[in-house]
């Protein structure tokens, strides 16, 4: 009987805990586990909640709570005795009431759901020993059947439910499958699925997956897929799909033993690993709106009694009738209502279709990923039959696939640079005429210097790679709407394994190459917590934009014929490092590498909106980046270098040597010197920390030289941001000395070629910005992974800088 039933004062033992994986998650860990003893203490009728007793504690339950709970009552007990003296048995110990329910436990409520056709009810006929009829067309079940029989110990009961596509509130038939689920809680689902028409077939199965249920897998007219020649990979189509899946041909009963087998493991929960429940991806957008309202439909605590919750709020938003029903009697349906419109709306202008087939979408992205990465369909008879497929034909080819991911790489960082030049110029400009405007505008005096060196010249020097920053992103966010992104990250899983990586690290690192602060926020998508950390902590070595005008301004001074081959040294050198990094660290975490579906959707046209939003979406983080952390660095390095002394010295270079900076600088100089860095070049590394982009535009400051006539402050930082653009101009203007080539000119002096080798080689790698660092430690859940990024990285760094110097040396 239902605890619920169960009078004041009496006892019961609990025989098992029906409803959905959530729901018995909690109220397990509160105690109520089968054996154990539970006393009434006092139920009220119509009085919620219900006061129980056990293991000692008092605890209070909703009557719905209790309703799923099952128990053996003594009075039950007392009804099934045969023996007299086992009464006394009965009031001395709990014994009696305990073996009763074990006896109880045996028995096995099972539901069979599938597709029409894939062979259910022979399933269920073979399993039960009866004859139900078999039809090769669909309709043929109209309603359940249940059978009855025994099997190992146990006893199950079988019910052979009518065939569905799909568990939407549409047909009577799809409507009747859910309310067996849902109201009558099987113990342990079975999901028939025809194996060889898996693609259709799944899709039932990731509803299943909503509803946290258990579920096991009979991959049914398995002969059909073995004489087809397709070749599935079912365990780790398991492992993915989070469900044991068995082999079995209903039509002759192989496998079915198998089958039953796993169904009393799952129910006994004897093997953790062959079940867990996983989350379909629905894509960043949708997984938002399921948030927004799963919050809001969570505020109603009794709603996870019958439902998981995740399951109301994807039911709810693809505007199932029955849902809305559910919906409807909640205290807050207006709220959620609303949210619905709002994030229908909000979807439809960003994808250009409503939720309802976003969720479809992503649901076949799921089956899609899943099988691609287990099923190889027999190449005689592979037939492509949409655009979606053909293009993967080509796109995810063994042979193609990875030239054409190297030439649309190719593409977007050359298309990012050329393009990005020209409002990079603009925004130069700006930048200083807006520097000279409040220049001319203010009186002389410390607070000029601030805001025109200090705030425009630092903030400048970082604004004008937003450009560039906004394009690569255009690309990546084109690359990604269209549906590519999901195939490079399928084609680079293989190699990323053997680094301790996920297909989807990859992504994140390719960002890293415009600004590792997004790219760190883009680690969300990883479902491993291991790969997520390892891939938040080997994104620093991905060489940003921010770090491209120091390796242009030396590589151009010290190695104009070869700036190139220098530039991709540097780049390759970072990759390698990430790669070494990955797989050394990964050894320092236990394998959690759960296998995850990387969802392959269909290929669209972007919308403008999406891609517009996208990109600015990851622009944004980049500003913000700037706004605080950057403008606050700027602020303190102007500080350090101003004071004390500012007015002590006739030029800028003697001034620095005496300031704080200055002083700094001279106290690190000696870990530095093995590198071939002297204490200039030490205190741009020291800007580095607030942003690489601040490196450059601090070596300006630090090597204005004396002899340069206007050789101001304001000068040298401001123009010293044309560094970036000069990369071609370098060497041709020479009758025109600009910031930069005076830059060049001044280290050519005194900095050897090793050492600006060396130089760019420790830029590349030293600690992560202070931005990225906390963007670490937020999102890596604690400063440890913080702090040990910027330890090895910067051990790395000094011990690359070393080496990378004295080869040099020796080669100079
Ligand atoms: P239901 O609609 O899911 O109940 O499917 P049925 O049990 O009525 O089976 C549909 C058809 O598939 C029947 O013709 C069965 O004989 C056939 N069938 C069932 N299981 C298998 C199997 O494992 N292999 C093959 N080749 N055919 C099967
Ligand atoms: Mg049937």
Known sequence: ????????????????????????????????VKGNTVTVILNAPLRDPIEYEIIGYKISLRREQAEKIEVISEAEAKSMMTEPEDLSALHSDDRYLQRLAAERRKVIKVALVGNPNCGKTSLFNIAAGRHEHVGNYSGVTVDAKQGNFEYGDYRFELVDLPGTYSLSAYSPEELYVRKNLIDDTPDVVINVVDASNLQRNLYLTTQLIDMNLRVVMALNMYDELLASGDKLDTTQLGYLLGMPIVPTISRTGEGIEKLFDIVIQIYEKSDPHLARHIHINHGSEVEQSIERLKALISKTEEIRHKYSTRYLAIKYLENDKEIDSVVEALSNRDEIIAARFEENNR?????????????????????QG??????????????????????????????????????????????TFAIGEYPMRWIEWLVSHIGAFVGSAMGDGWLKDLIVDGVIGGVGSVLVFLPNILLLYLFISLLEDSGYMARAAFIMD????????????????????????????????????????????????????????????????FFPRHAGLVLLGLYTLGIALAVLAAKIISRFFKDDDLPFVMELPPYRVPTAK???????????????????????????????????????????????????????GKAIEPVLEPL???????????????????????????YSEASSDEASLQATSTESTEVSTDKKSTGETADTPSGSTRLQHALLKSVTPAGALAYMVFILLYFPCIATFIAIKNEGGGWKWAIITAVYTLLLAWVAAFITFNIASLLA
């Open 676 to 702: 071939g860095f002297d204490w200039k070049m030490g205190v741009g590394i020291i800007s580095g920390v607030g942003a690489k982009e601040l490196v450059v535009s601090t070596l300006g400051v630090m």
């Open 610 to 664: 999406s891609i517009f939003r996208h990109t600015w979406e990851k622009g944004r983080q980049y500003l913000q980046k700037m706004s605080g952390v950057i403008l606050a660095f700027s602020v303190a390095l102007w500080f350090l270098s101003y004071f004390p002394n500012h007015n002590a010295y006739d030029t800028v270079a003697e001034q620095q040597e005496h300031s704080f900076i200055g002083y700094i």
């Open 370 to 415: 899943a099988l691609a990465e287990t099923y190889v369909p027999n190449a005689t008879r592979r037939r492509k039959s949409n655009i979606t497929d053909k293009i993967d034909a080509v796109i995810t080819h063994r042979f193609l696939a990875f030239p054409i991911f190297f030439f649309l790489l190719y593409l977007v960082f050359s298309g």
């Open 1 to 32: 009987m239902k605890l619920s039933e169960l009078h004041t004062g009496e006892r019961g033992v609990i025989v098992k805990v029906n409803g959905h994986g959530g729901f018995r998650k909690r109220i397990q860990e509160m105690g109520f």
């Open 347 to 367: 979807i439809r202008s960003l994808m250009g279709s409503g939720l309802e087939s976003s969720m479809v979408d992503a649901k076949y992205a799921f089956v």
């Open 494 to 557: 293989r190699l990323m394994h053997r680094i301790g990586l996920h297909g989807k690290s990859f992504i994140p690192m390719i960002m890293g190459f415009g600004c590792n602060v997004p790219a760190i926020l883009a680690t969300r998508t990883i479902e491993s917590r291991k790969s997520r950390l390892i891939t938040m902590m080997i994104i620093p070595l991905m060489s940003c934009a921010g770090r491209m005008p120091v390796y242009i301004l030396l590589a151009g001074a």
